[in-house]
């Protein structure tokens, strides 16, 4: 067996919403945040391969070497992204993250398509909330 057989990667489609569900993460914020995020993600080996959100949450796809611990990671992105936009008073209320966050595995097979999902937010919010959102991915369960 060669070492290209010894790579394994989880897939991870992780939404979490702002503390209150408020309206915080307006366009000019996403538009510092996200990048912000994804920069300060990859300088500690955790790979952001998407993100992007509404108002009141946000989604990531992130690639999570087995050896890391999700819980962490996502603790992790939620206090220094939260952290950076407080100390550098990107809004004029304190932000949090909500305590829980939603997180779902993703067969390597449907990359592109949540990728092309988290990609059309802003415009998949024009219609439908966040509570829309979450039914359906609470639907989606294997009995």
Known sequence: MTDSY??????????????????????????VLFPHIKTMAEEKLIRVLKINGAEDHAHFLLQVHPSQNLSQVIKLIKTES????????ILEDGFEWQENYAAYSVSPGSLKQVMDYID??????????????????DKIQIS
């Open 6 to 31: 010894n790579k394994v990667y989880l897939f991870v489609h992780v939404i979490l919403t702002v503390h209150e569900r408020k309206p915080l993460l307006k366009k000019p914020v996403r538009v």
């Open 120 to 137: 059309k937010q802003e415009e998949y919010h024009k219609t439908k909330t966040l509570e829309n959102e979450l039914e359906v991915f």
């Open 82 to 89: 939260s952290s950076w936009l407080n100390q550098n008073k």
